[in-house]
């Protein structure tokens, strides 16, 4: 079998070398520290607000909740793949974006055996030309898969919340990931704070350890805060930056994706009702 997987993983060395399509990888050391929250919103806003082509991947098996953000059947999934299914059967679209869900059964992606792995791997590969960008929403810490999905990806979004656990284990993650392989394209999201300020202290407690022991410099690419409504999101079954796209939570996340893209939107439009009630206000 371990042959049979690694004559797979040739071709899928062979194709696709022209793809453009960016992979961003998001992980965490602690888990419930946000990922799939910022994927599903990633997803959401790089299609809607940037128009970019998106797959958003729930590789988070056995715990995935990608289909509850989105409101999404969950019987739709990758377990269809295992079994020999194509991709593009299991992929359903939503908010304008393409979703592959992952599925209970199994604990994580360990537990494959190595052809059924490589045979995802190659699914994937056929679908990336289709895609501006694919979103890997993974388990929390370190696993083979997680580690080397983001090797392979352009981009390593890692998570934390202010919790010194997560910090510890963010830290515990890029560390790992770094001794064995040399890793430090990482790209630190600091989520759930209760301001800007308390952000840039989590995240420069992280770049500080990293630079003092491990001598490399981490980014941030973004702080966001904490959302009273992302409890009534999840419960309408409908991602927080499609119900409430002015929450700060929405604008700060829409700054991150827009980094990412390198794109500058235009301003916004003020609408002739908002102009009127301005200029009244101003009483000119
Ligand atoms: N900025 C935020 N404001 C309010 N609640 C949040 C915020 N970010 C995450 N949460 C909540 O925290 C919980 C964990 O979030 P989420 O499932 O996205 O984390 P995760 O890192 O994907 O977890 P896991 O490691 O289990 O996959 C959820 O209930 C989510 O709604
Ligand atoms: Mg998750």
Redesign the pocket.
């Known amino acids: 079998m371990e042959r049979q997987a690694d004559k797979l993983l040739e071709l899928v060395k062979d194709r696709n070398r022209e793809s453009r399509c960016r992979v961003l990888s998001f992980v965490?050391g602690?888990?419930?520290?946000?990922?799939?929250?910022?994927a599903t919103s990633f997803a959401y806003t790089l299609a809607n607000t940037f128009g970019k082509k998106v797959l958003l991947l729930d590789c988070?098996i056995g715990?995935g909740?990608v289909h509850l953000l989105l409101g999404l059947d969950p019987s739709k999934n990758l377990k269809a793949v295992l079994r020999g299914s194509s991709l593009k059967e299991v992929i359903q679209n939503i908010y304008n974006f393409d979703v592959v869900l992952g599925f209970s059964g199994i604990d994580s992606l360990e537990e494959l055996e190595s052809y059924e792995a490589a045979n995802l791997l190659i699914q994937i590969d056929r679908v990336l030309e289709n895609y501006d960008y694919v979103i890997l929403?993974n388990?929390?810490g370190i696993s083979r898969f997680t580690v080397n999905f983001s090797r392979a990806a352009t981009e390593t979004y890692i998570?934390t919340?202010p919790e010194p656990t997560a910090l510890t284990d963010a830290y515990a993650f890029i560390k790992s990931v770094y001794r064995v392989y040399g890793y430090t394209s990482f790209k630190v999201i600091v989520?759930?704070v209760s301001s800007r300020r308390e952000g840039f202290k989590v995240f420069e407690r992280l770049r500080l350890s990293v630079e003092k022991f491990l001598q490399f410099r981490l980014k941030l690419a973004g702080i966001?805060?904490?959302?009273?409504r992302?409890?009534d999101a999840?419960t309408s079954g409908m991602p927080l930056v499609h119900l409430y796209p002015s929450d700060p939570?929405s604008l700060e996340l829409r700054r991150i994706v827009q980094l990412e893209t390198g794109e500058v939107l235009p301003e916004e439009e003020e609408s002739f009702i908002k102009k009127l009630i301005r200029f009244l206000k101003e009483g000119v």
Do not use: R
């Open positions: 965490s602690k888990g419930g520290v946000g990922k799939t929250l910022i988070d715990l909740n929403d388990s929390a998570v919340n989520n759930a966001l805060p904490y959302s009273s992302v409890k999840l939570f």
